[in-house]
């Protein structure tokens, strides 16, 4: 684990595998852990970096509100740190928004990109999903009951349906080592609930691929293919 500060707030990071970097960009109150599962598939290829966003993990929670755009200062200023640019770029659901942002405002330092279960902007569902999500945290609900109450949200009924596989996936999650704070929840979820990238997509010119789930309900791809039409 390294530490780097960026734009007065210093980011923890990590680096694994050998190959060209690939910046992998966490979600909503996620840490660079939630790449943990994937990572051994893509070190044989890449030198992947993965970093806690401000607001999570043993990166800096300086007050709130975040936007969108500032959390994707802080991931170029991070690249051309490292002096790794151009790199390949993965962002996940929030990590998604940031990625949309780079691509806006800092093509030359993405190679190729992946978009994955994300979003240009919140629909009246996802900001309502967004609201419970705050007040569970708000009322110090314990993690293992906050997991679970949000599991219909991030997991297909094959695996809801297994209560004994469903239960570790959130004992898993309910072990994670860098917990978010409420705090930092709330500030970056004032950032992914504001943004919105509809006007400005038609710019971008880096190769670009757009993943989402046939299951996903979070981010369904109904409504990813008509920002994208």
């Known amino acids: 684990m390294a530490r780097l500060t960026v734009n007065g707030v210093t980011l923890c990071y990590e680096e694994a595998g050998g190959g060209p970097p690939l910046l992998l960009i966490s979600g909503l109150g996620a840490n660079r852990l939630s790449w943990a599962p994937v990572l051994p598939f893509l ?6 970096i993965t970093f806690d966003n401000r607001g999570v993990g043993e990166s800096d929670v300086p007050p709130g509100p975040y936007t969108i755009d ?3 200062d802080d991931a170029a200023a991070l690249i051309e740190a ?18 949309q942002s780079l691509l806006i405002r800092y093509g030359h330092l993405i190679r190729r990109a992946v ?4 979003l240009p902007c919140y629909t009246d569902i996802q900001h309502g999903w967004l609201d419970a999500q705050l007040s569970l945290r708000r009322s110090g609900l314990d993690p293992l009951t906050l997991g679970i109450a ?6 297909t ?8 596989r469903a239960f570790e996936a959130a004992q898993l999650r309910a072990q994670n080592p860098y917990p978010t704070s409420v705090t930092g929840f709330e500030a970056q979820a004032q950032a992914v609930r504001t943004y919105d990238s509809r006007s400005q997509l038609p710019t971008v010119v880096t190769p670009t ?3 989402v789930g046939a299951e996903d ?13």
Do not use: E
């Not at 070190?43 to 992947?48: E, L, M, P, Y």
């Not at 949000?150 to 997991?155: I, Y």
């Open 209 to 211: 691929l757009v993943l």
């Open 217 to 229: 309900v979070l981010t369904p791809c109904r409504k990813l293919s008509r920002w994208l039409s």
């Open 157 to 164: 009924a094959r695996l809801l349906s297994n209560h004994r």
């Open 70 to 72: 500032q959390m994707a």
């Open 115 to 118: 978009l994955l279960s994300t």
């Open 150 to 155: 949000g599991m219909p949200w991030s997991f």
């Open 43 to 48: 070190c044989d290829a890449f030198r992947c």
């Open 82 to 99: 490292l002096g790794v640019a151009p790199v390949y770029a993965v962002g996940w659901s929030m990590g998604g928004s940031i990625l």
